[in-house]
């Protein structure tokens, strides 16, 4: 499968000395691609220098097989963008930027996504609240069936049930053929919508991993609540952290195989026992922190 985006030892440093440094980035057509990080790691810098908002020092970036830089106009032709904070002109309603965008990229029946997003069209877009202003920019990011989307925080200001219907929007844009590069620092978000993900902190990409590999790294946590007093040196293991204890309730961090602290409760007249999946969140900081 053909790569729709490819960043090959791109840095774009900045005066203060933050930017982003030798980045390495694949991303195949078709997959929706999750970018993930901490404010100020350097999502924001990677997207601007993808859509050529600004040039690196060194390295090249290639979108849809195109020079980012060399061939942007023809990029931008087949590409949609959502910025984190999108920011139009004012006094226009949300029917004359689609009348706009239907001049320069052509006719294109975008009344389901206005009626699935619950977008008032005659309102202007300084009247809008935070949540509208993102409903308009997502519907003119997709505007033109585009060959790819660049999207940083795209459900940003949005209640849950709008974010679903948005999940569910880009499932089918990438059934369709579509290939989705999205930066969020919303883990439960990119758990729900993405193929793989990709790590950058402090400038360095530190990880990247399909989905499906990091919940193999299993990481569960054990309540234990007995009748009588717990011996933390019962669950010394190598896999086994306490993560709270008191005389009689104790909580484990276990990561990998469960049998030993299961073997381990055995001894204990037991109240209670819980054992959940941590989330996404809790193995990204445990595996990267």
């Known amino acids: 499968m053909s790569a729709a985006i490819s ?15 030798g980045v390495n980035l694949e991303i195949k057509s078709g997959e929706i691609f999750g970018f993930l990080g901490p404010n100020g790691a350097g999502k924001t ?52 930027y689609l009348d706009f965008f239907a001049q320069v990229r052509g006719k294109n029946n975008v009344d389901d996504l206005v009626k699935r ?25 997709l505007y033109g069936k585009p060959e790819l989307i660049i999207m940083d925080e795209p459900t940003k200001a949005l209640d849950p049930l709008l974010q679903q219907e948005i999940y569910a929007i880009l499932h089918e844009y990438k059934a369709g053929g579509g290939t989705v590069f999205v930066s969020s620092h919303n883990l439960p978000e990119v758990e729900k919508i993405c193929d793989r993900v990709a790590v950058i902190r402090e ?26 007093v717990i011996n933390k ?33 055995t001894k204990y007249k037991l109240k209670d026992l819980e ?13 990267y922190k």
Request: hydrophobic share 40%.
């Open 7 to 21: 960043l090959k030892n791109v840095t774009k440093l900045f005066s203060n000395k933050r930017g982003i440094d």
């Open 45 to 96: 810098t990677t997207i601007r220098c993808l859509m050529d908002f600004i040039r690196p020092n060194s390295g090249s970036i290639k979108l849809l097989g195109k020079d980012a830089h060399i061939d942007s106009v023809e990029i931008k032709a087949k590409t949609g963008f959502l910025s984190s904070d999108p920011t139009l002109y004012g006094k226009w309603t949300g029917k004359q």
């Open 117 to 141: 997003l619950g977008l008032d069209l005659n309102i202007q877009f300084q009247h809008l609240s935070s949540g509208n202003k993102q409903k308009l920019a997502l519907i003119l990011a």
């Open 203 to 228: 400038g360095k990409i530190v990880a990247e991993e399909t989905m499906q590999s990091i919940r193999e790294m299993a990481i569960h946590l054990v309540t234990i609540s007995s009748a009588v």
């Open 233 to 265: 040196k019962d669950f010394d293991f190598p896999n086994v952290e306490v993560a709270h204890s008191s005389d009689k309730h104790t909580l484990l961090k276990v990561k990998g195989d469960l049998n030993p602290v299961m073997k381990a409760v």
């Open 275 to 287: 054992v959940t999946h941590a989330n996404l969140e809790d193995i990204f900081l445990e595996y």
